[in-house]
C-alpha cells in the first residue's frame, strides 16, 4: 500500500532566480514538482530544469558508495577513470583516514602553500562555510576558491572598488518598478528564465523601456525600445560614450554626485576621449542610437542596469563593470527601489558560497584576509592562537591550477565542481590535473573531474541534506530535506566535519576549530556571530520567506534594495576608465570571435543535467552562427564543423541562425564531446583574474570536408 503523500518545500538547485518548490514525495520518492502562487520569488512559475530537472537524484551512474583508485595514481601519470571497474568500493573510515592520511602527508612535508581546495557554488552556505573554514583553520591555507572565479569576480571587484559591497542593490522582481532598464551581456531567457518572465511582464504590463546592448541577438531583444549590437570587448567605450552624452547635454544628477560621490572630476575629464564617435568605430553600433540610449537612460525616473557574464569574463572585466557603475552613479539611479546595479548571479548559491568565505582573498563576509583585525577576529572564533591564521592573500581557481607543479600545489580537494569542464584552455588544465599529487573529489557523479581523483566521496544531493542557499537578489532560503540520502551517501558538511576531526587527531590538535555540529543550523548562527549581514537569520525566521541580507539583528525584516542612506566605503567613487582591446583580436587565420555560455535545459558543466531528462531535450552541443558567415563558409544548418583556436579545436554541428551577430559564433560550454573549453584562452582580467571566455578568436571549417 502506498504512504500518503508528503508535499516538502524547498528551493530549486540550478540558478541563482532562487525559485521556491515543493517536492511531492511518496515511499521516499519525489515524483512531481510544483511551485507556490504565493511564492515572492517566482510566483509559481518554474522553468523546464526546476520543474522536470530533479532525476539526477535516481541516475544509475550516481555514485553513493566511498570509492579509492584500485591503481595508485603519481604525479605526471595520473589518468581519468569514469569506469567503476577501476574503483574499488571502501567503506567511510576507509575513504577519510585515506584522505586524511594523504592531506597530512603533504601538509607536513609541504606546508600551507601544497593545500588548495575549490568550494562549491551549488553546495549550501553551511557547506562551503565548513569547507573554508577546514582549509583556513586546519591547513592555514588560503587556496580557497569556488566558481565565482569564472563568472562574476569582476563586478564583484568593480562594485567593492566603486561601492564597497558586490551584491545585487535590489531586488529582481522590482524591474516592475523601473520606467527604464538596460540589460548587457545577459540572456535571461536562457540563464534566468524566470527574472526574464519579470522583464517582460516590465515591458509589456507596465510600459518599461528596455535597452538591450549584446553582441548576440538574444531573445529579450523582440522586447526592447533599443538594441545596441556591440562587437565582442567594446562594453566600456559604448557605456562611456552613453556617460560622455549624459554629461555634455547636461543630464546628470548634480545633487546625487555632491552628495553622495567622489573623484567626479577626474572622472569626467576621462570621459572626454568617449565620444559617440569613437565608440561607433570601436562597437559597430550606430552613434545615434548611443545618443539615444544615453538620453533615455538619464531622464528615466527609475533606472536600473543588469548584467550577467558578457560584461565581467573578459581581460577587462573589471573596466566593463565600472563602466557601468559610472553610469548609475552619473544619473543617481541607485540606492532607490526600482533603480540600481543588478549583477544576475547564475547559480543557485554563488553569492551564498561568496558571503560564506569561498574566496582566496576573504574570510567570510567580505572580510580581507590581509587585514590584522580580521584575522585576530577569525582566530578567536575558530580557537586558533593568536598569528596562526595565513594572513596572505591565497590563490584563485585558475591560479590554482596554473601553480601545480613541485614546490607549489600538491593536493586539491574538489566539492561539487568541475575545472575540466569550467576551466579555460582545458588542454592546460588536463595538465595541470595530471601532475597533482592527491586529489579529492566529493560530488554525486565522477565527472571529468572526479574521473583524475584518487578518492571520490560519496555527497547526498540538495533533496537529501538541510542547509540554505542565498539567491541572486540576496534571499537567504531553506533546503530541505524531502528524503534520505541515497545508498552511503551524505551531506557535505557531515562529511567535511568528519575529515576535519581526522586530519586535526593526526596533527595533534583534536576538534580545536570545533567540528561537533548537530544540525546546519548551528553552522550558520556560528557565521552569522561573525558575518553583521547575516548575524539576524535563524532557520525559524526564513520556515516559509527567506529574507535578503543584510539581516543584521534577529528582528530585522531583511533588505530588499541597499544603500537608501549610504554606500558601505561611505561615498561611491567614480573611476576614470581607459579601452583596452581584447587579449585576441581576429585575424586573417582566426577571423570570428568565440562566445561561450549556457543553454536554458543545461547547467555549467553538466554534472547534473547530463545525467537528467534534460539531456533527451538537448543532447548535443551546436555552434551558432550568423547566416552570411555560414554562406561564406559554406556551412549549412545541421552540418558538421571543425572549430579551431590556438589552443584546441573540436568538432560539433553548425546552427544557423540571426540569433547570433555577423563574425561572431556561440558554443555552449556543457558538453564534453565538444568541449567549449578547449578553446578558450587563459588570459585573465588582471584586478578579478577571471579569463576570458566572451572573446577567443577561431577559424571555423566544414568538418565534412576532411
Ligand atoms: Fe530553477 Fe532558475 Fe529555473 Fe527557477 S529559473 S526553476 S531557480 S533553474
Known amino acids: 500500500m502506498l504512504n500518503a503523500e508528503k508535499v ?23 515524483y512531481k514538482v510544483t511551485s507556490p502562487f504565493d511564492s515572492v ?22 555514485v553513493t558508495v566511498p570509492l579509492i583508485r584500485k591503481q595508485p595514481q603519481t604525479p605526471g601519470q595520473r589518468t581519468q577513470a569514469f569506469d567503476r571497474s577501476a574503483w574499488r568500493e571502501v567503506s567511510w573510515d576507509e575513504a577519510l583516514d585515506y584522505t586524511a592520511d594523504r592531506l597530512v602527508e603533504i601538509y607536513q612535508r609541504d606546508g600551507s602553500k601544497a593545500m588548495a581546495v575549490y ?47 558586490a551584491a545585487m542593490s535590489n531586488t529582481a522582481a522590482e524591474v516592475s ?39 548576440r541577438r538574444i531573445e529579450m531583444v523582440n522586447y526592447a525600445t533599443l538594441y545596441l549590437p556591440i562587437r565582442p570587448g567594446s562594453d566600456v567605450p559604448v557605456f562611456s560614450a552613453m556617460a560622455h552624452v549624459i554629461f555634455k547635454e547636461n543630464l546628470y544628477n548634480r545633487q546625487f554626485i555632491e552628495e553622495r560621490t567622489e573623484n567626479f572630476e577626474a572622472f569626467a575629464t576621462s570621459m572626454e576621449k568617449f565620444t ?43 573596466a566593463n563593470a565600472l563602466s557601468l557603475i559610472n553610469l548609475a552613479l552619473l544619473t543617481g539611479h541607485v540606492g532607490r527601489k526600482g533603480t540600481g546595479l543588478n549583477p544576475l548571479r547564475g547559480q543557485n548559491n554563488v553569492q551564498g558560497a561568496s558571503d560564506s568565505g569561498a574566496m582566496p582573498w576573504h574570510y567570510p563576509g567580505y572580510q580581507a584576509v590581509d587585514n590584522e583585525e580580521n584575522a585576530r577576529r577569525w582566530e578567536e572564533a575558530w580557537h586558533i592562537e593568536p598569528g596562526g591564521l595565513n594572513r596572505q592573500r591565497g590563490l584563485t581557481t585558475t591560479e590554482i591550477l596554473a601553480a601545480v607543479h613541485p614546490g607549489g600545489v600538491r ?5 561539487g565542481e568541475n575545472p575540466m569542464m569550467s576551466e579555460p584552455n582545458l588542454n592546460h588544465t588536463r595538465k595541470k590535473m595530471q601532475e597533482l599529487e592527491f586529489l579529492v573529489a566529493q560530488d554525486l557523479f565522477i565527472n571529468e573531474s572526479g574521473a583524475f581523483a584518487d578518492v571520490f566521496l560519496p555527497a547526498a544531493s540538495w533533496a537529501e541534506k538541510e542547509g540554505t542557499f542565498t539567491n541572486t537578489d540576496r534571499r537567504v532560503q531553506r533546503v530541505r530535506q524531502v528524503i534520505p540520502p541515497r545508498g552511503q551517501s551524505r551531506p557535505d558538511w557531515e562529511i567535511i566535519c568528519d575529515l576535519a576531526k581526522r586530519v586535526e587527531r593526526r596533527l595533534n590538535r583534536p576538534n580545536s576549530a570545533y567540528w561537533d555540529y548537530h544540525h546546519p543550523a548551528e553552522i550558520l548562527e556560528e557565521m552569522g556571530r561573525y558575518v553583521p549581514d547575516y548575524a539576524g537569520i535563524r532557520y525559524d525566521r ?18 530588499p534594495y541597499l544603500y537608501g542612506e549610504r554606500f558601505p566605503r561611505g561615498r561611491a567613487k567614480f573611476h576614470p576608465l581607459e579601452y583596452i582591446p581584447n587579449a585576441e583580436m581576429p585575424d586573417e587565420e582566426y577571423p570570428l570571435i568565440l562566445s561561450t555560455g549556457r543553454v536554458l535545459e543545461h547547467w555549467h558543466g553538466g554534472t547534473l543535467t547530463r545525467h537528467s531528462w534534460m539531456d533527451d531535450l538537448f543532447p548535443e552541443a551546436l555552434m551558432d552562427i550568423h547566416p552570411a558567415d555560414a554562406a561564406r563558409l559554406g556551412i549549412h544548418d545541421g552540418s558538421p564543423v571543425r572549430v579551431t583556436s590556438r589552443r584546441g579545436s573540436i568538432v560539433l ?7 547570433t551577430n555577423i563574425g561572431v559564433v556561440f558554443i555552449p560550454f556543457h558538453f564534453r564531446e565538444a568541449a567549449a573549453n578547449l578553446l578558450t584562452t587563459d588570459a585573465l582580467d588582471p584586478q578579478a583574474k577571471i579569463p576570458e571566455y566572451k572573446a577567443a578568436v577561431v577559424r571555423v571549417t566544414p568538418a565534412s570536408e576532411e
Not at 523546464?48 to 539526477?56: H, L, S
Request: net charge neutral.
Open 276 to 318: 559617440p564617435e569613437f565608440a561607433e568605430q570601436i562597437s559597430g553600433v550606430d552613434r545615434g542610437l548611443i545618443i539615444e540610449a544615453a538620453r533615455m537612460y538619464a531622464t528615466a525616473h527609475n533606472g536600473a542596469i543588469f548584467w550577467a557574464l558578457g560584461i565581467p569574463e573578459s581581460t577587462h572585466g573589471t
Open 653 to 659: 554541428r553548425a546552427k544557423v541562425t540571426t540569433k
Open 177 to 215: 518598478d523601473c520606467d527604464v532598464f538596460i540589460l548587457t551581456g545577459s540572456n535571461p531567457t536562457e540563464n534566468h528564465p524566470i527574472i526574464a518572465l519579470q522583464m517582460k511582464a516590465a515591458v509589456q504590463k507596465h510600459g518599461a523601456k528596455l535597452i538591450v546592448v549584446d553582441p
Open 119 to 165: 568550494c562549491c557554488a551549488k553546495a549550501t552556505n553551511e557547506d562551503n562555510y565548513l569547507l573554508q573554514k577546514f582549509f583556513r583553520a586546519v591547513f592555514r591555507t588560503n587556496n580557497v576558491d569556488h566558481c565565482t572565479r569564472l563568472c562574476h569576480a569582476a563586478s564583484v571587484v568593480a562594485l567593492q572598488m566603486a561601492i564597497g559591497s
Open 542 to 559: 526564513i520556515e516559509k520567506v527567506g529574507l535578503q541580507t543584510p539581516v543584521p539583528t534577529p528582528d530585522h525584516p531583511g533588505t
Open 411 to 415: 593536493a586539491l580537494y574538489i566539492m
Open 8 to 30: 516538502v518545500p524547498t528551493t530549486c538547485p540550478y540558478c541563482g532566480v532562487g525559485c521556491n518548490l515543493e517536492l511531492h514525495v511518496r515511499d521516499e520518492f519525489i
Open 41 to 62: 520569488v517566482n510566483h509559481g512559475n518554474l522553468c523546464v530544469k526546476g520543474r522536470f530537472g530533479y532525476d539526477f537524484i535516481y541516475n544509475k551512474e550516481r
